[in-house]
């Protein structure tokens, strides 16, 4: 297993404007990533209408870039209207990626999100069969339990503090550099 910063790709947050980012790297990824990341079969369509809503789940996105391309992705979604008690992530890397250390980066910055929110219980669910979501589950101390065919995962974060929250927003001002300079190229390809 080789380690996320040999790779050449950078982690960052998507902005709302970058939802076809994500429609496209879902639509990418094969069967068997699709059918754990969403624990069934989905169709190309599905799949369309669920990136369409990324901006109205009020959720956080985070992405593994290489260059423009987006090749992976982790989301927290907050359970309810406001950003309370609980949440949910879930995350899914292309086939070529997987096994290279970027689901655990991911996977370690929505925790962080999640603190810095003040969400006291981050609950990831995935089928039973899917080992490497249960490894990422375990390497970060989530409780998982068995229940009705899929793995509930549990973890706690630590509150909030002032080295979670400078740490967000320096990689916040980074990414929104990133997202502005990718949207100028691509302005400037469409000239």
């Given at each position: ?174 990414g929104y550099m990133m ?13």
């Amino acid at each position: 297993m080789s380690d996320q910063h040999q790779l050449p790709g950078d982690i960052r947050k998507l902005w709302p404007s970058e939802w076809p980012k994500f429609r496209d790297h879902l639509l990418r990824l094969d069967k068997a990533s699709r059918r754990m990341r969403f624990a069934h079969g989905v169709s190309d369509s599905f799949i369309e209408d669920y990136a369409a809503r990324m901006v109205d789940m009020s959720g956080i996105v985070y992405g593994y870039f290489e260059g423009p391309e987006l090749r992976a992705a982790a989301e927290l979604k907050k359970l309810g209207d406001t950003w309370g008690r609980e949440a949910e992530a879930a995350f899914s890397v292309e086939q070529p990626l997987q096994e290279h250390g970027i689901g655990t980066e991911l996977m370690g910055r929505v925790i962080r999100a999640a603190r810095n929110r003040g969400v006291q219980h981050l609950c990831l669910s995935c089928l039973a069969e899917n080992g490497k979501m249960r490894a990422i589950a375990a390497h970060f101390g989530a409780e998982l339990r068995f229940e009705y065919g899929e793995i509930i995962g549990e973890i706690i974060p630590a509150g909030p503090n002032y080295f979670s929250i400078l740490a967000e927003a320096v990689e916040d001002r980074f990414g929104y550099m990133m997202a502005v300079l990718d949207l100028h190229n691509r302005v400037l390809k469409a000239a």
